[in-house]
C-alpha cells in the first residue's frame, strides 16, 4: 500500500522519537485498514540496526510469555551502538501485556543502549485504559485515522462524489468497480472483524446481537440524536440504558463510531446527553444500506444527509490529530450540527448540500449564547465541501 503524504509523516515522526536518547514507548492506535503495519513495516526498512517484528493476531491470543521472549530475542540481536527494533503488533490481544511490558521497559531502562519498541493496535478501548493504567509517563500516542479526501485524492485520484459514497478505507479503493464487492468487504472483513476481533474477543459482552443490531441502528440514525429510551424501544432484547452505553464505547473503541456529546459549555453537562450518532467512516453507512452511488445522487435528501456525515468523520479524524474536541449543539427547535472547540477558542458549523438565501436561526441563536465563537455554512453559498475537507480545520477556530 502506497501511503500518502500525511501518513508518511507519521513515519517520519516514529523513527525521530524511536532515535532519541531517552526514548518512550510509541504506541500507535487506530481503524484496521489505514496502514498502519505498513507504516511499521517502513519504519523498520529506515532503521539502522536489527529489528523483530511479531504479532498477536493469531486464533489464539498468545500468552504474556510471548511477550518475554520477543523481548530477550531483541535484546540478543541489538548491537553496540545499534540497539534492536522491537514491533509488537496486535498487542492489546495479549492478556496482561501492560504489565508485561511496563516490567520489561522499566528493567531495560538503566541500560546504556536499551531497545527501541513500538505497539500497535487496533482497539483505542482497550489499549488506551491499559496505558493510562500501567505505563503512565512511559509512552508516546502516534494515532493513525481514516483516510481523508485528499488522502484518497492523491493516491487513487477519487473525486468528491467518489470519496463521500466510497470513504477513506484504502485497502477496499481497488474494488469500487464493483460495488456488491466492495460493500461484502466493508461489512465482512472490516466490520464484522472489529466486532469480532477488537470486541467480543477482548471484551465481555453477554448480548453480542443486540451489540451488532445498535451498530447498525446507529448507521440507520447517522448524524440523529437518539436517546437511548428510544433505542431501548427499537432493539430486541436491549435490556437497559446502561448497557447500550457501554456497547456504545465498545463500538467507539474499535473506531466503528462515535456519539456526540451536547455542547453544553461545561464537559460534565455534555457527558450525560443523549448522543448524536456517527459513523467514523461514510463506507460504513453505504454499503449498509444496499444502495449504489447513482442511487444516493439521486435522493437530495438522502445525498445531503451522506454530506454531513462526511463532515462529521472528518472532523472526528482530525480531531485525534489537532487539539479540539467535537460536539453537536440543540436547543429547542434550533440547532448546529458540529461544535468545535479548543482551549478558549469555539466555532460552529451548519452543514447545507443545497443553496440557502435566509440566515441559520441554529447559528444566530449559538453565536447569541457564546459571541466569542465563530460561525461556518459548509456547502454552497458559504465554505466550499472541497475547500473543507482540504483546510487545516484549526484555521476555523
Not at 458549523?349 to 453565536?367: D, I, N, R, Y
Request: charged share 25%; glycine share 6%.
Amino acid at each position: 500500500m502506497k501511503l500518502p503524504e500525511f501518513k508518511r509523516h507519521k513515519v517520519d515522526v516514529l523513527f525521530d522519537r524511536l532515535l532519541a536518547s531517552q526514548p518512550f514507548i510509541q504506541v500507535v492506535t487506530g481503524p484496521r485498514q489505514v496502514g498502519k503495519t505498513t507504516a511499521l513495516l517502513q519504519v523498520i526498512e529506515k532503521w539502522p540496526g536489527p529489528t523483530l517484528f511479531a504479532t498477536a493476531d493469531a486464533p489464539a491470543p498468545p500468552a504474556p510469555e510471548w511477550i518475554e521472549q520477543n523481548w530477550r530475542t531483541a535484546e540478543i540481536k541489538s548491537e553496540e551502538q545499534k540497539p534492536t527494533l522491537l514491533v509488537l503488533d496486535e498487542i492489546q490481544k495479549v492478556h496482561g501485556w501492560d504489565e508485561s511490558v511496563k516490567y520489561f521497559r522499566d528493567q531495560s531502562k538503566y541500560q546504556d543502549n536499551p531497545i527501541r519498541v513500538i505497539l500497535c493496535g487496533s482497539s483505542s478501548l482497550q489499549i488506551q485504559t491499559d496505558l493510562t493504567e500501567s505505563l503512565a509517563g512511559r509512552f508516546e500516542l502516534v494515532p493513525m485515522t481514516h483516510w481523508s479526501y485528499t488522502e484518497m485524492r492523491d493516491c487513487f485520484d477519487w473525486d468528491m462524489n467518489t470519496y463521500l459514497y466510497y470513504g477513506g478505507y484504502p485497502g477496499a479503493a481497488s474494488l469500487i468497480q464493483d460495488p456488491e464487492r466492495w460493500a461484502n468487504y466493508i461489512q465482512q472483513s472490516l466490520v464484522e472483524t472489529a466486532i469480532g476481533k477488537d470486541i467480543l474477543l477482548l471484551h465481555r459482552v453477554e448480548k453480542p446481537a443486540l451489540l451488532r443490531q445498535l451498530y447498525a441502528l446507529s448507521c440507520d440514525y447517522a448524524g440523529q440524536v437518539v436517546s437511548y429510551q428510544k433505542l431501548v424501544g427499537q432493539l430486541h432484547d436491549a435490556g437497559n440504558t446502561t448497557t447500550l452505553a457501554h456497547y456504545q464505547r465498545l463500538l467507539e473503541g474499535a473506531f466503528l463510531i462515535s456519539g456526540l456529546p451536547k455542547w453544553h459549555g461545561t464537559q460534565l453537562r455534555s457527558r450525560a446527553s443523549s448522543p448524536k450518532w456517527q459513523p467514523r467512516n461514510t463506507a460504513l453507512v453505504t454499503s449498509q444500506s444496499g444502495l449504489r452511488l447513482e442511487q444516493w445522487r439521486q435522493d437530495q435528501a438522502r445525498w445531503g444527509r451522506l454530506v454531513e456525515i462526511a463532515v462529521g468523520t472528518h472532523l472526528i479524524n482530525q480531531a485525534e490529530e489537532k487539539d479540539y474536541t467535537v460536539h453537536y449543539w440543540r436547543e429547542r427547535n434550533k440547532e448546529v450540527d458540529f461544535i468545535i472547540s479548543s482551549k478558549n477558542r469555539l466555532a460552529a458549523l451548519e452543514v447545507k448540500s443545497g443553496a440557502f438565501t435566509k440566515p441559520h436561526a441554529g447559528l444566530q441563536l449559538f453565536q447569541k449564547r457564546w459571541p466569542e465563537a465563530k460561525t461556518w455554512i459548509i456547502g454552497p453559498n458559504g465554505l466550499d465541501l472541497k475547500d473543507f475537507f482540504t483546510t487545516d480545520l484549526m484555521e476555523l477556530l
